[in-house]
Each structure stands twice: as C-alpha cells, then as structure tokens.
C-alpha cells in the first residue's frame, strides 16, 4: 500500500523570512531516513511517498569485533529480505530456527559487528 503526500510549504518551519538567496546550497538530491509520521518533508513542501509494509521494528546491534577469534574473522556480511524464500537464506533461518519473523536482516562486518534486522510485530508480542 502506497500512501501520498503533496503539501505546500511551511514558511514558519523554513524561516524564508530571515534569510536571504545568498543562505541557499543548491543540491540535486536530498535522502531524508524519517519516519512515516514525520512533518519534516511535509513542513518542506517536498511530495513523498510512503511504502507501507508490515508492523515492524527495527533493531540495531553493535559488537566489538575481535580480530584475534578465528570465528568471528570468517563471518562474513550479508544483507537478506523477504524477495529471498529459500530456506538457506539468512531471513528464512531465522524464522526456523529462532521462530524471528523479520522484513529484512543483515550483518555488516567492519571494525565491529553491526546487525540490523526489522522484526515482525507477532514476532515482537509473542517473545516478549
């Protein structure tokens, strides 16, 4: 479901009042990461499109990363989403093994372990 959003802008939350062309950066592109319920774009004035998909949350873990563990030097970073249905896939062992329901789940190794995964809310309400 896609919802759509084509506001005016706000000249209270710009402040075009106080300041002057010279004030300006011009851009091509602005990558805005807000929620759905966000005034930002709208107080901006910018159309916006809304994916909806399920009730998720997102969560984010960072590890330390010790280089000197073997195990941990062979992981490697992957990024999975509900497209892959194969059993082998990262989002589908999670589900069997751990019974985690999830839109997307991934593991990035760098200078530590970052893991982000957005969990379904039946997941969320059934572990506690």
Known sequence: CNALEEPE???KFVNLHTTTHNDFIPFGTLL???GEWSTTTRSLGFKKTVDKFG???GLVINLKYDT??????????FC???IEITKASPIMQLESKYGIKAETFEYLKGSNHYIVACIRKETLLAKG
């Open 9 to 11: 802008v706000d000249e």
């Open 32 to 34: 805005v990461a807000e």
């Open 55 to 57: 009730l998720a949350m």
């Open 68 to 77: 000197n563990d073997a195990k941990q030097r062979s992981l490697q970073s």
């Open 80 to 82: 999975s989403t509900l």
